[in-house]
């Protein structure tokens, strides 16, 4: 090798490796002000009889919450929308997508259309009547002002930048020439943001606006412009910093040998520095679809559990969500409860006439995806190796089993058990809780503190969610 190749790849290996500290050195601080997932593998070193599982959510027993009412919801209610609590009023607010079958054969517009719902309690709801929708016989229904023509699938957020963006609400949704943005000061009649689209192809699908405040840029996650089969059942995804000019559509997720050969759509929202996203896997010859779990640090590289568990699983035959469930995009935190509303379809996608609802599924806090032993013998997990911070208390989301003990220890980075903090110095958590915490006798964080050190969990009978340092 020459001199000059040999200082060109010494140049380079020098940049990759400040490159990798500086992306664990930005993550030890983002570590420090939540908790860390730890499906994350930027936070999981290695596992040992320690599996990965997804905590199934649980169906509300009054389900299905929202069904037609009115007939402008044609074939609706579908989800195809959005739910979210305004803390303005502390209303938990509601956009779901209706079909005009009439309208659709015979080429109208608005053959699908946009409705509002708000509630006290996020249980019942009501329906208002609007009257700003001008295109039924009778105004006096609950379909919003948005667009001109076939609007679905919204995407409602509030805006996390109003100094930057008009209105209160800022929303995605499909349209005729593609998937635009639109503001909204009261969520019932909106504006474009601009008469451009901000994807300018059809994608039929639910497609997902999310704010990434870490790296201070937007993401919609939608389907393909181009594509390998018959059809553009893909997840995709594009970047903007102005909400005005978005990266080329790049496929992110694609099946692989193991999977179903399409993902219908995928919506996505943020709990602490971490994407999860609700993949709809769907099987063409039976015509189900439901969602599964993934995640990501970035958005664009996103790890799901090998087996494919049905986060969501269908209803039994026969019951109304037992074809097809789709869930709204951002979960609905109310204490430590995370609430997902979803549609649910009794009948199978190719089913012309499917009677179906909007329902609620809800999750415990931050107990989305975990590790648990995966045999009577206990699990162990080690993170990767961090920065303790000065003042720091360590506290895990985890649940116990009767008879069961979760433990930590403190490793230095060559896996060496630091003095004081083995297994045997701590005392065994033996309790659920969102924030147990972990303790070391006499022995306190702030005596390693600054130190760069890992730690390892045990496990028996008993399940991780998260760890904190706070």
Known sequence: MSRMAFVFALSLGILAARAIRAEDSAYRVSAAKGPCFLCDDRVVEDRWMADRFAAPLVKHPANPLITKTG??????????????????????????????????????????????????????????????????????????????????????????????????FLAIHNQKGGVFISHSEDGKSFTFLQEAAAISYHSDTHNNLVFDEERNNWLIFCRPRAYAGDHKRRVSMQRSTDLKTWTHDRVILVPDEAERPEYYGMTVFRLNDLFFGMRQSYDRATGLLYPEIVWSGDGERWAAIGTHPAMLPLGPEGTWDAGMALIAESPVAVGDELRFYYGGFALSHDEPENPCGIGLATAERDRLVGLRPSS???????????????????????????????????????????????????????????????????????????????????????????????
């Open 376 to 470: 009577a013998d206990p699990g162990y997990v080690l993170t990767r190796p961090f920065n303790v911070p000065v003042g720091a208390a360590l506290a895990v989301n985890a649940t116990v089993s009767k008879g069961g003990r979760l433990r930590a220890e403190l490793r230095t980075d060559h896996n060496k058990i630091v003095d004081g903090f083995t297994f045997d110095d701590c005392t065994s958590v033996t309790e659920s809780g969102f924030a147990q915490p972990i303790t070391w006798g006499g022995k306190t964080l702030d005596d390693v503190a600054g130190q760069e050190l890992r730690l390892r969990f045990e496990l028996k009978d008993a399940a991780i969610f998260t760890y904190s340092l706070q």
């Open 71 to 168: 007939e402008w919801e044609g074939s609706g209610p579908h989800m195809g929308g959005s739910a979210l609590l305004d803390p303005a009023d502390n209303f938990f607010k509601m956009w779901y997508t209706v079909f005009s079958r009439h309208n659709y054969d015979n080429r109208l517009p608005f053959s699908y259309n946009v409705c509002y719902a708000e509630s006290e309690d996020g249980i019942t709801w009501r329906k208002p009547a609007l009257g700003v929708f001008e295109h039924e016989a009778d105004v006096q229904n609950n379909i919003i002002k948005l667009g001109t023509d076939k609007t679905q699938n919204i995407d409602v957020m509030l805006n996390p930048r109003p100094g930057e963006y008009p209105g209160k």
